[in-house]
């Protein structure tokens, strides 16, 4: 969601880049650098992190510390455009600690705090109280506030709890932010139960065989069942779904089993975006749903999040025999043993369904690259 309130220009020349994944925050205004905000060591998140779920409360704690930033509010009753729903495609009425990273129209162009991934949790603080609360959403933000680059919108609820008063969506004023513990401080404040996921083999699955390494190693892995169907080619099947080829490699059956699992998700611009790819988006757009089918086979580390346009340059040049990318700036949408993978019924009557999913006919290729995994 970016709000019609928050579609201003980036004013005074300032952007911030609030390293706060790397411990570091750098301010640039013509020539000014302000460095050393965190202890590198305390902000890197956990590697397995889970953030809270929907909560009916913010819980306040103690003012904190951390960089004085530009903030605003955005949502609630005098604040209808802005909806409910945030770019994440999480319902943000459900999940109130919540904030906007601003900078741009897009996730990956929204980066005045460096491009946070969301779920990111940040220490709000504002007057004499503080929250925990989770990027859920991107906005194009404005010009400096009080003379602080303005990097943060405010969900009202949260922004209420904290104590400022709601202006109908218009309040703007600094806040300090810092990142909590690496732990995660939501549970010093009382916003989520102090107590560790049960240990692998004491009731939780250890990550999956086909887990990657380094970074990817809490990745679910490719699921496994699908349908399978004679031949070489791919089938759609009344609910939706796909029937894989008996014939086809393993990688091409666990790039259907993955589109499978999201087939019907709605669209949602940005949607996707910011989340691993081993976790299931509540929405998607075109990109990120091509990259869970491309994460699927592991052809994509968890961590990948881009745009349609990078992958004009996946893989190897031209259309492959079992799986072909079309990808330009604007779109993405792939052929998966002749079954097409899209965001929409391009292809006119008799297409499919209207949305994410599988689609039966052929659609124009006309301005797109066409790109396949080596060896598909």
């Known amino acids: 969601m970016i709000s019609s309130r ?35 060591a305390a902000a890197a998140p956990a590697p397995c992190a889970t953030p809270p779920a929907a909560t009916a409360a913010i819980a306040i704690g103690p003012p904190g510390h951390g960089t004085v930033v530009g903030a605003t509010e955005y949502g609630g009753p005098g604040d209808p455009s802005s909806g409910v729903v945030g770019a994440s495609g999480m319902n943000l009425l459900a999940h109130p600690d919540s904030y906007a990273e601003l900078g741009g129209t897009t996730f990956q162009t929204a980066r005045m705090m460096g491009g946070l991934p969301y779920m990111t949790p940040l220490r709000i603080t504002w007057a004499a109280h503080s929250a925990i609360a989770y990027k859920r959403d991107f906005g194009l933000g404005g010009g400096p506030i009080d003379g602080h680059p303005r990097v943060i919108d405010l969900w009202w609820q ?29 549970s010093v404040l009382g916003q989520v139960p102090a107590t560790a996921p049960p240990a692998s083999g004491a009731g939780a699955p250890g990550p999956a065989s086909g887990a990657r390494a380094g970074g990817d190693a809490c990745a679910a892995g490719p699921p496994t ?68 089918l491309l994460y699927g086979a592991g052809l994509l580390p968890a961590g990948y999040g881009g745009p349609s346009g ?35 019924d391009a292809a006119g009557p008799g297409d499919g369904s209207a949305g994410i999913g599988w689609h039966p006919l052929i659609r124009s290729s006309a301005g797109f690259v066409a790109r396949h995994p080596a060896g598909l």
């Open 225 to 292: 069942a699908v349908a399978l169907t004679p031949g070489e080619r791919a089938v759609l099947l009344p609910s939706g779904l796909a029937a894989a080829p008996a014939a086809a490699p393993a990688a091409v059956k666990a790039m259907i089993a993955a589109g499978n699992q999201i087939a019907g998700k709605p669209y949602l611009y940005g949607g996707g975006h910011g989340l691993p790819l081993s976790e299931i988006a509540p929405a998607y757009d075109c990109s990120s749903s091509a990259e869970h």
């Open 6 to 40: 928050r579609r201003q220009g980036i004013g005074g020349g300032a952007l911030l880049a609030l390293g706060l994944l790397t411990g570091t925050v750098v301010v640039v205004a013509g020539s000014a650098v302000l460095a050393a905000l965190l202890d590198a």
């Open 158 to 186: 949260l922004a209420g709890r904290l104590g400022i008063p709601y202006e109908n969506g218009l309040w703007s004023g600094t806040v300090r932010l810092e990142r909590p513990p690496s732990t995660g401080a939501g």
């Open 310 to 344: 990078q992958l004009e340059s996946f893989g190897a040049p031209g259309p492959g025999r079992w799986v072909t990318i079309y990808a330009n700036p604007d779109h993405v949408f792939l052929y998966v043993a002749g079954l097409r993978w899209d965001t929409a």
